[in-house]
């Protein structure tokens, strides 16, 4: 029995052993849409990850599932939405530095939203949402983007269901 368990153990620990030469090798001939070098391949990455317009759309979507949050009281919800929204706009700004200075004016207004939630009230969520809105359209005027004007969502695209028992 002891034989066999060894034995086993050598036949699978071989097996591991040669799995590095069954592994593709990283090569530019394969079929990937990575090409060239691998600065020119980041390059490529980075490039599709998109830039500030990629986080304004996530963002986008974030304050709108928050204002349905607070509209549910689904408070866990907003709480979730506000740390993702600033964990979005931090990558933003990681990968856009010049926006990084008038971003700064969200941070407070999103502990603010964040204060209204932890006390789960209703009303202050309402008033600090203004304030959020506010704050949005402040930093798009000063980024010479006043043309994106945003308010709080007049229709319910939201797929996240109200709670049942609230
Ligand atoms: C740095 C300050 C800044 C803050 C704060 C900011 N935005 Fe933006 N926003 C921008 C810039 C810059 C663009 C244009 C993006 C680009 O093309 O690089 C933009 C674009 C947008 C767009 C258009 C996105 C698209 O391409 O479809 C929306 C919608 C938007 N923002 C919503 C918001 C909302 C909602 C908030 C607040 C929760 C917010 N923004 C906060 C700077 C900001």
Redesign the pocket.
Known sequence: MRHLKLSLLAAGIGILLSVPACTPSVSDSGDTWLKGTAEEKFDRIAEQLG???A???S??H??QELYWAGQDKNWDYAAYQIEE?REE?ERGIER?PE?AE??Q??FP?LDQMEEAITARDAALFDQRFTG??A??N???R??D?AF?A?APPQQRLSIVQPLSDE
């Open positions: 830039g500030f317009d986080t304004m759309m963002v986008s974030k304050y929204m706009i856009r926006r008038s971003a004016m969200i207004a959020l809105t704050t949005c402040t930093c798009h000063q980024e983007m994106i945003v």
